[in-house]
Structures are given as structure tokens and as C-alpha cells.
């Protein structure tokens, strides 16, 4: 099928397929899944400046599909995903002039590309050998100590290293909120703000969504069950990447055409893999999502190397 | 006396309980089956439309799109946006609506 927008003929089918199985990542994981997806429709014949709009704009429409799954199932907490999305932009701000900054060093792509790599495989150590150590930890049986949200949401969910979260949620700098959805008493609003800010510079700099640091840093840092982390990720994804489509869409990079014709295949991808979640336990998720920053951190390498 | 009164107690309670055991809670058990049965289902419902949709509203959209981009981007931007959002709440209304009046449940 031609696109006429892009200029390229691509099989609309195939689109369809990369768009279930980013769909599937991201209604799971609460990933934008552009690690994957672009580098398949880059593969496919798409040009790149299409690749990176037309990609964002099928994660707008994934995402909300996922978003309004997981709020249906109650995992989404839109006071935090607001709060967040409020630190978050000015974050992203940052890190694009970081990025300037570095440009003029002309070592943008090594400071970047080792940064993306180091911290990816921080996160994927990380949330495996905790994810590993909650699983241990809930066979044991008494030892378990699930998270207050747990019977409220219906799923199981346990952390095998709760220290950051409890640490975090004991600064006391007013003004204190409460994010009942998430099971969270009490917490500074200016530390769900500089978790918001400290991924948007993460995000601004490393130039991905997001999604790979704020799902842990949601579970680590603020306490949230990862149910709720997942589907309140994937509600800042439907903000950042909306503004993302509409940005680069003035610029004419994207092929609304083509972004359709994906999100016919992540739709579904995306309520499949929202609903796999009320079936696997919080660990679980964040043990098969450790594979993910992997995946993106052997990609860079290879980039780099090349 | 208190403590017998509480022994009895116990002991009435223990006979209640064995002619009338107390149900187990039990959580939410994964339903491979029924997962499994929900994703083929989902996977037709959504195959034929996006045959459907790659047929006739693809064919008609191109075109306007098309000259759209190429005039004025602004207006573009937002009409994908709007498109994009449009067709996410209607592919999620109706796959939910669908697999409501099919209740997968029912097809054992």
C-alpha cells in the first residue's frame, strides 16, 4: 500500500503487526515502545525523520487505548500522572539543552549514547535482582509484606527493597499530598514534582519517552504498586506523546496515514497486554520488564560500535 | 466465669463451624484458558476490522490528508492528533462492547 504522505510503499499489514507487538509491550510494561518500533519501520523502508513523528503519534493512540484499559481496571492514578507530567516538562526542556550544549562540544553522541547504556543496565539489574528478591520474599510466606494498595486493586504486588520509598516518603516538605489510588498516605508534592523532573531530564537527555525510568522510578522512589505505576505511565505517555505528534507533525514529520494504520494493530495489542496484567503479580512484571532497558542498551551499543 | 463462658464460646463455635464451613476467599486466579480465549477473539474482531478499515476508510482519507499536509501543516497536526485520539476511543469502545454482548464466558 503507498503512503502518500511519506512517499513510501510499505505493507500496511506489517505496520499492523509492529503495532500489535509494541501494543502488547506497551499495555504490559507501560512502555511507549518506540525502542523496538522504530528501527522496524526504519527496516521497512520508512524515512527516519517519518520514523520518529509517525511513531509518536501511534503511541498517543496506544496509549490511550492501554491507559483507559488499566484505568478501568483501577490502575490509574491521574492526580500522580498530573503532578507528574507538571515536572516533567520543564525536565524534558533541560535535557534538550543539555543536549545543545553538548552538541557544541561536538561529544554529543558518546556522553549520550555511554550515559543511555550505564543507566539502562542500572535499571535492568536493578529491577531484576529486586524483582527477584519480592518473589523470594513472598514464598516465604509471612516474611511478605504486600503493599497497602494490594486489596484494593486485586492483583498481587510486593517490593523486595522498599528503603528508597520509605526514605522518600518521609521528607516532609509541605505541602503534603495524598494519592489514595496509589495506597500513599502522605507524601511531599515537591518530591512527586522532582521525580517527575529528574525522568524528563533523563527522557530530554537520553531522547526516549520515558517510559523505561519512570515505571521504576514510580515503584522505587514514590511506593506505587506496580499495577497503578503501569497504567499512570502509560497516562503521562498519551500527554508527552500527544504534544510530541502535534511538534512534529508541524514540522512534517509525520504520516498520520501510516500512524493509523499501526495503531489498528496496537490497539489490540495494547488491551491484551493491559489485561495480561490483572494475571501476573507486580514482580513478575517488573522481572520480565528488566529484559526491556536490556534490550535498548545492546541496541545503542551495537549504534555506537558501528 | 469469665474464662469458661469463653471456652464455651469457642467450643460452640468450633461445632457451628464444622457444620457450616466458613467459605474460602479466594483471590482472583489467572485464567489462562480464559485469556487465551479473550485474545483469539479480540484477534478476529480486530482482523476483520482492520481489513475493513485498510478497504474503505484508508482509501477515503488519503487523499484529503494528503493535500492537507501538503497546505497547511498546522491544521494537519492537529486533525492527526484529533484522528489519532478519535480512533483509539472508538476501536476501544467498540472491542469492549463486542466482547461484552459475546461474554467469552458463555462460549465453553
Aim: hydrophobic letters at 50%; glycine letters at 12%.
Amino acid at each position: 500500500m503507498e503512503f502518500p504522505i511519506a512517499g513510501v510503499t510499505v505493507n500496511p499489514l506489517f505496520l499492523a503487526g509492529i503495532g500489535f507487538l509494541v501494543g502488547i509491550l506497551g499495555g504490559f510494561f507501560g512502555v511507549g515502545g518506540g525502542f523496538l518500533a522504530g528501527p522496524m519501520m526504519f527496516w521497512a523502508g520508512v524515512p527516519m525523520n517519518f520514523v520518529v513523528g509517525t511513531d509518536l503519534a501511534h503511541m498517543t493512540g496506544k496509549s490511550l487505548v492501554a491507559a483507559r484499559r488499566h484505568r478501568a481496571l483501577g490502575h490509574v492514578d491521574i492526580k500522580l500522572g498530573t503532578l507528574m507530567v507538571a515536572g516533567t516538562i520543564p525536565g524534558v526542556e533541560l535535557g534538550a539543552q543539555v543536549i545543545e550544549r553538548l552538541k557544541h562540544t561536538g561529544s554529543v553522541d558518546t556522553v549520550v549514547g555511554t550515559a543511555y547504556v550505564a543507566i539502562l543496565l542500572v535499571i535492568s539489574v536493578f529491577t531484576a535482582w529486586e524483582s527477584l528478591r519480592a518473589l523470594r520474599k513472598k514464598a516465604t510466606g509471612p516474611e511478605a509484606d504486600p503493599l497497602v494498595a494490594e486489596e484494593a486493586l486485586g492483583v498481587e504486588d510486593a517490593l523486595g527493597f522498599e528503603g528508597i520509598a520509605t526514605r522518600v516518603h518521609g521528607i516532609s516538605l509541605r505541602p503534603m499530598i495524598s494519592l489514595p489510588q496509589s495506597g500513599i498516605g502522605s507524601i511531599s508534592l515537591w518530591t512527586v514534582l522532582a521525580v517527575g523532573f529528574i525522568t524528563g531530564v533523563l527522557a530530554g537527555v537520553l531522547g526516549v519517552g520515558g517510559g523505561f525510568v519512570r515505571m521504576p522510578m514510580l515503584v522505587y522512589l514514590i511506593g506505587v504498586p506496580t499495577h497503578v505505576a503501569v497504567g499512570t505511565d502509560l497516562f503521562e505517555i498519551v500527554i508527552s506523546a500527544g504534544f510530541g505528534t502535534v511538534t512534529h507533525a508541524i514540522k512534517g514529520n509525520v504520516d498520520i496515514l501510516m500512524a493509523l494504520v499501526m495503531q489498528t494493530g496496537a490497539a489490540v495489542g495494547a488491551q491484551i497486554g493491559a489485561i495480561s496484567t490483572s494475571y501476573v503479580s507486580g514482580p513478575k512484571i517488573r522481572l520480565a520488564f528488566s529484559v526491556l532497558p536490556l534490550i535498548g542498551a545492546v541496541m545503542v551499543l551495537l549504534k555506537l560500535t558501528a | 466465669m469469665p474464662g469458661s463462658k469463653r471456652s464455651v464460646s469457642f467450643q460452640t463455635m468450633n461445632e457451628v463451624s464444622k457444620h457450616h464451613p466458613r467459605k474460602k476467599i479466594v483471590s482472583p486466579e489467572p485464567d489462562a484458558q480464559t485469556l487465551v480465549r479473550n485474545f483469539l477473539l479480540e484477534l478476529i474482531v480486530y482482523g476483520i476490522l482492520v481489513i475493513a478499515y485498510f478497504l474503505v476508510v484508508l482509501r477515503w482519507l488519503a487523499e484529503p490528508l494528503n493535500q492537507l499536509f501538503h497546505s497547511n501543516l498546522i491544521t494537519y497536526a492537529f486533525v492527526a492528533l484529533g484522528l489519532m485520539l478519535a480512533q483509539g476511543i472508538v476501536l476501544e469502545y467498540v472491542t469492549s462492547f463486542l466482547l461484552e454482548q459475546l461474554r467469552p464466558e458463555d462460549l465453553e
